[in-house]
């Protein structure tokens, strides 16, 4: 390693240092300050629930906000299914404090191991390379550069689990890559204690007609459900669908479509309260269907990971909710997409991509937006992303037609 390579090393270093020192810095005094609210403290609650044996309850709001209240105000309830309350449990064997520190230091490693599968993987470093305009870049900068992304900091700051479904993600797409269908289809299926960020890129698999990836889907997903059932009891399987469905349990989830940057989110600022509900949810229906089944149309082998980028962006737009943390996904496409496009020469010159990742990759404006209560509008951007993919693929299509 040269003098250089260890300075650089150095720097990414402290710089990922000093954030985590951020995190537990800023954690709340006590359990009534409010001044930073922690998505964690309902992971948390759920953990210890399933510790004590309470599974059947996870579901319960009223019992969730007893368990919340141990360690911190309640602003947000348990959502996710029964089997992803297990990988909490560990967690509540230490304070609350203790706790969101090891989870903060569990999600930096896991972003680090996606850097390094994107490094590895891709022409990223390259991309970069371009970028910096000869300056050396390596994997501490690509970190750095993760991790001061709006969601990234985000997710990580609140405890939320957002950077585990970008590691998900990301080695279904190092499975994909390889050829390894049914063990993509299985990593995937990992993710769905967000499934609604995972099942239209399902969707997209079953159009392709993808049937090994769909086999590994099913069949860890079964046991996952399996696993749920134990943790929960059989009622589960009713009990967690009738608490979405629930009106009254909804006003308290906080699915604001203002906030959800997709879809469903610009039809709403769009149309607002001037059409009927059903009405509105049927245009997002029609859109998302559309979306899909273009990705799925579109789709080419050779142009794998332009591909799978795009249905990475489609499956964020269609995904029924998709808040700023949820936005540490587009580090995949972003990643991938810049690194392909260096390849071929045509990066610098990408004026729509390189006006989009400019807006995406500047904090103030996701905070502006967000306090404006108008973040739906960063879907924009993933609409723009998305038909700069779809464009890529089709000018390199034409170009080896030509």
Same mark, same amino acid.
């Given at each position: 390693?040269?003098?250089?390579?260890?300075?650089?090393?150095?720097?990414?270093?402290?710089?990922v240092?000093?954030?985590?020192?951020?995190?537990?810095?800023?954690?709340?005094a006590?359990?009534?300050?409010?001044?930073?609210?922690?998505?964690?403290?309902?992971?948390?609650?759920?953990?210890?629930?399933?510790?004590?044996?309470?599974?059947?309850?996870?579901?319960?709001?009223?019992?969730?906000?007893?368990?919340?209240?141990?360690?911190?105000?309640?602003?947000?309830?348990?959502?996710?299914?029964?089997?992803?309350?297990?990988?909490?449990? @560990?967690?509540?064997?230490?304070?609350y404090?203790?706790?969101?520190?090891?989870?903060?230091?569990?999600?930096?490693?896991?972003?680090?191991?996606?850097?390094?599968?994107?490094?590895?993987?891709?022409?990223?470093?390259?991309?970069?390379?371009?970028?910096?305009?000869?300056? @050396?870049?390596?994997?501490?900068?690509?970190?750095?550069?993760?991790?001061?992304?709006?969601?990234?900091?985000n997710?990580?700051l609140i405890?939320?689990?957002?950077?585990?479904?970008?590691?998900?993600? /990301?080695?279904?797409?190092?499975?994909?890559?390889?050829?390894?269908?049914?063990?993509?289809?299985?990593?995937?299926?990992?993710g769905?204690?967000?499934f609604?960020?995972?099942?239209?890129?399902?969707?997209?698999?079953?159009?392709?007609?993808?049937w090994?990836?769909?086999?590994?889907?099913?069949?860890?997903?079964?046991?996952l459900?399996?696993?749920?059932?134990?943790?929960?009891?059989?009622?589960?399987?009713?009990?967690?669908?009738?608490?979405?469905?629930?009106?009254?349990?909804?006003?308290?989830?906080?699915?604001?479509?203002?906030?959800?940057?997709?879809?469903?989110?610009?039809?709403?600022?769009?149309?607002?309260?001037?059409? @009927?509900?059903?009405?509105?949810?049927?245009?997002?229906?029609?859109?998302?269907?559309?979306?899909?089944w273009?990705?799925?149309?579109?789709?080419?082998?050779?142009?794998?990971?332009?591909?799978?980028?795009? /249905?990475?962006?489609?499956?964020?737009?269609?995904?029924?909710?998709?808040?700023?943390?949820?936005?540490?996904?587009?580090?995949?496409?972003?990643?991938?997409?810049?690194?392909?496009?260096?390849?071929?020469?045509?990066?610098?010159?990408?004026? @729509?991509?390189?006006?989009?990742?400019?807006?995406?990759?500047?904090?103030?404006?996701?905070?502006?937006?967000?306090?404006?209560?108008?973040?739906?509008?960063?879907?924009?951007?993933?609409?723009?992303?998305?038909?700069?993919?779809?464009?890529?693929?089709?000018?390199?299509?034409?170009?080896? /037609?030509s």
């Amino acid at each position: 390693m040269t003098g250089d390579e260890a300075v650089r090393r150095a720097a990414a270093g402290l710089i990922v240092a000093l954030f985590v020192a951020y995190a537990l810095w800023t954690f709340p005094a006590n359990r009534e300050d409010t001044r930073r609210l922690l998505d964690f403290s309902e992971f948390y609650a759920a953990g210890q629930m399933v510790r004590q044996g309470l599974g059947a309850q996870l579901y319960d709001l009223r019992a969730q906000a007893e368990f919340q209240l141990q360690s911190a105000a309640v602003h947000a309830f348990y959502l996710r299914p029964p089997f992803e309350a297990l990988l909490f449990v @560990p967690f509540t064997f230490l304070s609350y404090r203790a706790a969101y520190a090891a989870w903060v230091i569990v999600s930096v490693a896991m972003l680090t191991c996606v850097a390094r599968i994107m490094r590895k993987n891709t022409n990223v470093l390259a991309a970069m390379l371009q970028y910096t305009h000869g300056i @050396p870049v390596d994997l501490g900068l690509l970190l750095v550069v993760m991790l001061t992304f709006a969601p990234t900091m985000n997710c990580i700051l609140i405890g939320q689990d957002s950077v585990l479904l970008l590691l998900v993600y /990301a080695l279904t797409f190092l499975a994909l890559r390889r050829g390894r269908e049914l063990a993509a289809g299985a990593w995937l299926a990992c993710g769905l204690f967000k499934f609604h960020l995972v099942l239209p890129f399902v969707v997209i698999f079953a159009l392709r007609r993808r049937w090994w990836f769909l086999l590994g889907f099913l069949g860890v997903g079964l046991l996952l459900i399996g696993i749920s059932m134990l943790v929960s009891g059989p009622g589960v399987i009713v009990a967690y669908p009738k608490m979405f469905l629930d009106s009254q349990a909804r006003s308290l989830m906080g699915f604001q479509p203002e906030y959800a940057a997709n879809i469903r989110g610009l039809v709403y600022l769009t149309a607002g309260g001037r059409i @009927p509900g059903a009405m509105s949810g049927g245009i997002v229906a029609a859109i998302s269907a559309v979306l899909l089944w273009i990705t799925a149309w579109r789709w080419n082998d050779k142009e794998f990971e332009l591909c799978f980028s795009a /249905a990475v962006v489609a499956t964020l737009l269609t995904g029924f909710h998709a808040f700023v943390y949820d936005l540490i996904l587009l580090l995949l496409p972003v990643t991938i997409t810049i690194g392909e496009l260096a390849k071929r020469k045509a990066l610098l010159r990408n004026l @729509p991509l390189n006006l989009a990742l400019v807006v995406l990759f500047i904090p103030p404006v996701h905070h502006f937006l967000i306090a404006c209560h108008l973040y739906a509008l960063m879907g924009m951007l993933l609409v723009a992303l998305f038909a700069v993919l779809i464009k890529a693929t089709a000018h390199r299509s034409y170009c080896e /037609a030509s």
